[in-house]
């Protein structure tokens, strides 16, 4: 695929997601499940897709560390320099919920859980968006996280508003999640 088509399938992704819409596509380790963090009908469906009760909250994910400034505005300097810190691995930090990002998004958490995207694909969507989005595996709850665009469309066939071709850089992998303020890991990438 070229950048040019590239781009465009992307600008359509950004498009649809503003509208409302559910897409798949691939992050750094498997598949992932995306709408606008805002629009709260958006995240119920792609709640209901996955089974996933709104309680346990949601991954955001944006390009870079400027795009979350309204989450981590409460964070020291520290804090802040460690979030932005690049990682071998990919890694989502739980940050304390200051009260900027819906209930439907912290679900019944006191923390938020940011990543900044390694995934060039994940990474130029967001900018195209004009911020974060919603990233959560894209299966069903209690199913394997999809490695494959087949696996994608086996449990998603039809039911999606759009999928962005491409691949996972390291499948299987999930991200790694450490609460930033403790630096206890949650779980291992």
């Known amino acids: 695929m070229t950048a040019i088509n590239s781009d465009r399938q992307l600008a359509h ?12 596509y691939p992050t750094e380790g498997v598949w ?3 709408c606008d963090p805002t629009l709260e009908a958006a995240v119920h469906k792609l709640l209901a897709l996955k089974h996933r009760a709104v309680k346990k909250g949601l ?8 795009q979350f400034a309204p989450f981590t505005a409460s964070l020291n300097h520290s804090q802040i320099s460690l979030f932005k810190t690049k990682r071998e691995r990919p890694t989502t930090w739980l940050v304390p919920d200051n009260g900027a990002a819906p209930r439907w998004i912290v679900g019944e958490n006191k923390t938020l859980a940011l990543r900044i ?3 060039p694909l994940c990474s130029r969507l967001c900018d195209l ?4 989005i ?12 999809a490695e494959t665009l087949e696996d994608v469309e086996s449990y998603f066939l039809n039911k999606l508003s759009f999928i962005i071709s491409g691949a996972v850089d390291s499948a299987g992998s999930v991200s790694e999640i450490i609460d930033l303020v403790t630096g206890e890991v949650i779980r291992n990438g």
């Not at 991954?59 to 400027?66: E, F, P, V």
């Not at 968006?129 to 974060?132: D, K, L, Q, R, V």
């Open 59 to 66: 991954i955001l994910i944006g390009s870079n560390a400027d």
């Open 129 to 132: 968006f004009g911020g974060p």
């Open 32 to 34: 992932g499940l995306g």
């Open 13 to 24: 992704a950004a498009d649809i997601i503003r509208n409302g819409g559910v897409i798949a």
């Open 134 to 145: 919603v990233s959560t595996s894209a299966n069903t709850q209690n199913c394997p996280a």
């Open 117 to 119: 995207t390694q995934h």
